[in-house]
C-alpha cells in the first residue's frame, strides 16, 4: 500500500492563479480530509468528506473547493490563490465508523508546501 | 471556543533522557484524545489514540495519560534517541462533530 500520497511537493504560484493539489488513498477510506499548517499553530480543517459525492466544510473553507468523485481521491482546488493561502496543506484519510465524532486513526499525506506571491 | 493547549513550546534533552510533556484541552463534549509525531518535513503520525475510559497507553517508549476529569494527557518519552527529536502534537475529537482540534506542539530536540 502507498498510503495517502499528495503531489505536488512544492509549489509556487503568482496572485490570482488557480491550483489544484491532489490527494489520493488507496486503503479503501471512507473519511478523507484536508489542513493546512501554518507556523506556531496547530493544524486547521479546510474541508472534509465522508464519502464519494459527499464533502462538508470544515474550520477554514474560505478560498477553497473540494470534490470527491471516488473513493480513492479528494483534490483540493485554490480559486484564486492569495498570499494568505501561503502554508504547508495536508490530506488524511481514515475509515469511517459513524457516529459524528472521528474515532479512527487517520493517516496523513507528506505535504504540499505552497508559496503564494 | 475548544482549545487544545500544550506545553512546553520546545524542549531540549540529552540522549538516554526521560522527558514529558503536557496537553490541557477544553474541547466538549469528549470523545477521544490523540497523540501524533510530525518529523521535520513529514505528515504526522498516529502514537496513540485514547477514550474517556482509558488513563493510560502505550506505544513502545511512549506512554499517554489521561485524566478526563481534569482534562489534561501527558506524553512520556522514556530512553530517549536521536531518531525521537520530532515535534509532538496533542488532538481532541470532539463528540458529535466529525472534527479534530489540534494544538500547536512540542518541538523536541534530543541532542548525543
Known amino acids: 500500500n502507498a498510503g495517502v500520497t499528495q503531489t505536488p511537493k512544492f509549489q509556487v504560484l503568482k496572485t490570482g492563479q488557480s491550483m489544484t493539489l491532489q490527494c489520493a488513498q488507496d486503503?479503501?477510506?471512507?473519511?478523507m480530509s484536508w489542513y493546512r499548517q501554518d507556523p506556531g499553530m496547530g493544524l486547521r480543517l479546510i474541508h472534509y468528506?465522508?464519502?464519494?459525492?459527499?464533502?462538508d466544510q470544515g474550520e477554514v473553507p474560505n478560498g477553497y473547493n473540494v470534490s470527491r468523485s471516488t473513493t480513492e481521491d479528494f483534490p483540493l482546488r485554490l480559486l484564486s490563490a492569495a498570499p494568505s493561502q501561503t502554508s504547508v496543506y495536508f490530506c488524511?484519510?481514515?475509515?469511517?465508523?459513524?457516529?459524528?465524532?472521528?474515532?479512527?486513526?487517520?493517516?496523513f499525506g507528506p505535504g504540499t508546501r505552497l508559496l503564494v506571491l | 471556543k475548544n482549545q487544545v493547549e500544550q506545553s512546553p513550546q520546545s524542549l531540549i534533552i540529552l540522549e538516554g533522557k526521560n522527558c514529558t510533556l503536557q496537553?490541557?484541552?477544553?474541547?466538549?463534549?469528549?470523545?477521544?484524545l490523540r497523540w501524533y509525531k510530525q518529523d521535520t518535513g513529514r505528515g504526522p503520525v498516529s502514537l496513540t489514540i485514547?477514550?474517556?475510559?482509558?488513563n493510560t497507553k502505550s506505544n513502545g517508549r511512549y506512554t499517554a495519560t489521561l485524566d478526563a476529569d481534569t482534562k489534561q494527557s501527558s506524553l512520556h518519552i522514556t530512553a530517549s534517541q536521536l531518531s525521537d527529536s520530532a515535534s509532538y502534537i496533542c488532538v481532541v475529537s470532539e463528540a458529535g462533530r466529525r472534527a479534530l482540534t489540534f494544538g500547536s506542539g512540542t518541538r523536541l530536540q534530543v541532542q548525543p
Open positions: 486503503m479503501n477510506h471512507e473519511y
Open positions: 485514547m477514550t474517556f475510559s482509558e
Open positions: 468528506s465522508v464519502g464519494a459525492g459527499i464533502t
Open positions: 488524511a484519510s481514515s475509515y469511517s465508523t459513524g457516529g459524528g465524532a472521528i474515532r479512527e486513526t487517520q493517516y
Open positions: 496537553c490541557n484541552y477544553t474541547v466538549s463534549p469528549f470523545s477521544n
